[in-house]
């Protein structure tokens, strides 16, 4: 049975709330971000320390890249575009960059379709592991574009990419077309952690935008590593593609050999030539420890990276002086753009190289069937 209660308690409250209010008060007067800006760092420090391959600013996971989330403000806006917009039963994901040539943008993506022409059902759709390459040319920077057809189809036989080609992106050097892409062969299975479930990274070249491609004779030009302690150990992927110093860096996501699609991380490999040989930078250690989506640009005469909503410095701009050593810059809005390609001018007009992205096509997954909107951009210097 409960017990009544003094009456003089009741009064003695609210002197006693009152007291609490004011030391509350003072402390927030001596430090304005009060006591959630010591949890967050707490809870920073926690994620900082995890994992082996950290940001490229320690490159082992035992130190955070600097951050001034200050210096840029970014926005974004989207719109639905006809061509590649949304379609039951069809899925278009993981766009290119966009270039421009003789005043026609071209973009290069994924395509699933849910149904096969037997009227079977496609494997793991919407998923892009069973996809195809398509591309499409717009003449209104963007707004509406034409689907041309299917650019880059499946490996014959046993070839590493048999199974599935998708996530592409382009590459314009020499008067050439480089067109990378993520592949899978005989035996994939997703997630299972089994050899044939490796992806690797091909190459198709051609003399002109409009194909046809022919496949790298180096393919693939890059695989994934052998030490299951790495980073790049279970998958290579997303590559995204910049000329530097007259060599060609190729920046990719990686996961390590029984990790999550969340513990991604960006590394980058250079190369004298687009068909390689590749060589890993950074000793081999992710040059971000976040993202789950490669977009990276000429900026000034460093490199500007999106990174996406995944790891302990997901959505955020990052930029590095020397493409390696990334830092953040500005916290992004939401949402921001999925799987996003820029348009790049600098692809082919060299005197736009390091003057930044505006606009892109992105991914939207809405409804059980992927699709392509454009989104545009505007990063700003503050104050």
């Known amino acids: 049975m409960r017990q009544a209660r003094d009456p003089r308690q009741w009064r003695a409250r609210p002197r006693r709330l009152a007291a609490f209010v004011a030391v509350l008060l003072l402390c927030r007067a001596a430090s304005p971000a009060g006591l959630h800006v010591e949890k967050g760092r707490k809870m920073d420090e926690q994620k900082q320390g995890e994992g082996k391959g950290g940001p490229a600013s320690g490159g082992n996971g035992d130190s955070a ?3 001034d989330r200050s210096r840029y403000t970014v926005s974004f806006r989207y719109d639905d575009v006809p061509g590649i917009g949304r379609q039951s039963g069809v899925c278009r994901r993981d766009p290119s960059d966009v270039v421009r040539v003789d005043g026609t943008y071209y973009v290069w993506y994924t395509k699933v379709p ?15 592991y069973s996809g195809t390459v398509w591309y499409a040319t717009s003449r209104d920077e963007g707004r509406t574009w034409e689907e041309q057809g299917e650019a880059l189809g499946l490996g014959k036989g046993d070839a590493f990419d048999a199974v599935g080609v998708f996530t592409p992106n382009i590459l314009v050097h020499g008067g050439r077309y480089y067109l990378y892409y993520t592949a899978v062969g005989k035996g994939f299975v997703r997630e299972a952690s089994q050899d044939a479930s490796r992806t690797a990274i091909g190459l198709a070249v051609s003399d002109s935008p409009k194909g046809p491609w022919r496949r790298a004779a180096t393919n693939p030009v890059l695989t994934t590593t052998r030490d299951p302690s790495r ?25 390590q050999w029984g990790k999550s699609p969340r513990e991604t991380k960006m590394g980058v490999a250079v190369a004298d030539a687009p068909q390689g040989p590749y060589r890993r930078l950074n000793a081999g250690e992710p040059v971000q420890d976040s993202g789950h989506e490669v977009l990276v640009w000429p900026q000034g005469s460093g490199v500007m990276s999106l990174v996406s909503n995944t790891g302990p410095h997901g959505r955020t701009l990052q930029v590095a002086a020397d493409g390696l050593r990334f830092e953040v810059v500005a916290d992004l809005p939401r949402p921001q753009p999925a799987a996003p390609g820029a348009f790049r001018p600098d692809m082919t007009d060299p005197a736009a190289t390091g003057k930044g992205i505006r606009w892109g096509i992105s991914m939207l997954a809405r409804g059980g069937h992927p699709y392509l909107r454009r989104y545009e951009i505007r990063i700003l210097p503050l104050p």
């Open 114 to 128: 849910r149904l096969r022409p037997d009227g079977r059902s496609t494997p793991r759709y919407p998923s892009g």
């Open 65 to 67: 890249p600097p951050q």
């Open 231 to 255: 980073f790049d150990s279970f998958r290579v992927d997303d590559s995204c593609l910049i000329v530097r110093e007259g060599k060609v860096w190729l920046y990719y996501k990686g996961r």
